[in-house]
């Protein structure tokens, strides 16, 4: 659960950015539960990515229903009233289920950090003028401050408000081409001609 709306925007930004580009499963705020039978052993990644599990609505991440398939990636965003137990917490959590990459972002000192799976063990990786995720192929640093990310094509991340924009903008457009080729076809049948 997002700390405040800082925190809210980073989920949605990621979040909505990585499911308008990948086919995977790309959720955030979503409990995971490694282990069948054991309840107890879940946490609530504030993004996640499970590569090759397809898209669609689930009421939480069951490891054993999803083929084994660990999460592959994990966004995190720490918030002021984090503290450090609870994030070493986190961080032995996936490493021992298995994430490939993990990766945060520290609100307090404007830090971004990653690990990557080598040799079987999450290792903190360099974040010195960025992070390319060999994963998702995304780039990510800290501008003036705040968290940004690019896409393999170098377009920016949009914020919520700007993606919500760009997806009114191209089902207008489809309706737009869907009404034009309707009204061609009307044409061309008044005309006698028909498309089939």
């Given at each position: 659960m997002a700390d405040n709306t800082e925190h809210f925007a980073f989920i949605?930004?990621?979040?909505?950015n990585l499911s308008s580009v990948r086919d995977d499963f790309v959720w955030g705020d979503l409990l995971w539960y490694p282990v069948e039978g054991h309840p107890e052993i879940r946490v609530a990644p504030d993004v996640l990515v499970a590569v090759g599990r397809p898209r669609g609505h689930r009421g939480s991440y069951r490891q054993?229903?999803?083929?084994?398939v660990p999460l592959t990636v994990v966004f995190e965003w720490w918030s002021p009233n984090a503290a450090f137990p609870q994030?070493?917490?986190k961080y032995r959590f996936y490493d021992r289920h298995g994430v490939t990459e993990f990766i945060t972002f520290d609100q307090?000192?404007?830090e971004l950090n990653?690990?990557?799976?080598i040799k079987g063990v999450l290792e903190p990786v360099s974040t010195e003028g960025g992070y390319e995720s060999?994963?998702?192929g995304i780039r990510m640093d800290v501008v003036q401050g705040d968290f940004k990310a690019w896409h393999t094509d170098g377009r920016p991340f949009l914020t919520w408000e700007e993606l919500e924009a760009e997806r009114k903008a191209v089902t207008a457009e489809r309706d737009a081409a869907l009404e034009r080729a309707a009204a061609l076809e009307a044409r061309l049948q008044a005309m006698g001609i028909s498309l089939d």
């Open positions: 949605q930004m990621v979040q909505g054993w229903e999803e083929q084994g994030m070493l917490k307090r000192s404007r990653a690990w990557r799976r060999e994963v998702l």
